[in-house]
């Protein structure tokens, strides 16, 4: 049975003086290539509605853990947000921006489930690990 998922994902990345807006939205696009991107004045803003390619992109580094770390320490009743480094986006890499704050600023990500739970939600985009390697559920 495949499952049904109902999600918004609200991305946003600033576009400072010294960057060069194609390479902030190539950045955003690299990570969320499916998302409906727009140029504002300063400010890279997208939409998707699935975060597959993101959860390729995690389990192809091996960065499952921590990404459910992110997912569950910023979360607020059915909605987890999560900041990115645009430098390692731009390489079409996950990098989760913790501690402080870039000096380029953030691609800040905010994911709002409806359906289903938020914490299967999470389970199909970074699942358990054991040993490092993905418990099929």
């Known amino acids: 049975m495949t499952e049904i998922y109902r999600v918004d994902v609200?991305?946003?990345a600033p576009v400072y003086d010294t960057?060069?807006?194609s390479r902030v939205a190539d950045a955003v696009a690299n990570v969320f290539p499916n998302a409906?991107?727009?140029e504002e004045f300063g400010e890279i803003r997208a939409e998707s509605h699935s975060l597959d390619h993101f959860s390729e992109?995690?389990?192809r580094q091996e960065i499952l853990d921590t990404a459910r770390g992110e997912f569950f320490a910023n979360r607020e009743g059915d909605t987890f947000s999560f900041a990115l480094k645009?430098?390692?986006a731009?390489?079409?890499r996950v990098n989760f921006s913790v501690g402080e704050p870039d000096e380029l600023g953030e691609i800040a990500v905010r994911v709002r489930v409806e359906e289903p739970t938020l914490e299967e939600y999470v389970d199909h985009v970074a699942p358990p690990t054991e040993d490092g390697r993905p418990i099929e559920g």
Do not use: S, Y
């Open 10 to 12: 609200e991305i946003t």
């Open 19 to 21: 960057e060069v807006t």
């Open 36 to 38: 409906d991107l727009e």
């Open 57 to 59: 992109l995690l389990h």
């Open 86 to 88: 645009k430098q390692a």
């Open 90 to 92: 731009f390489e079409d």
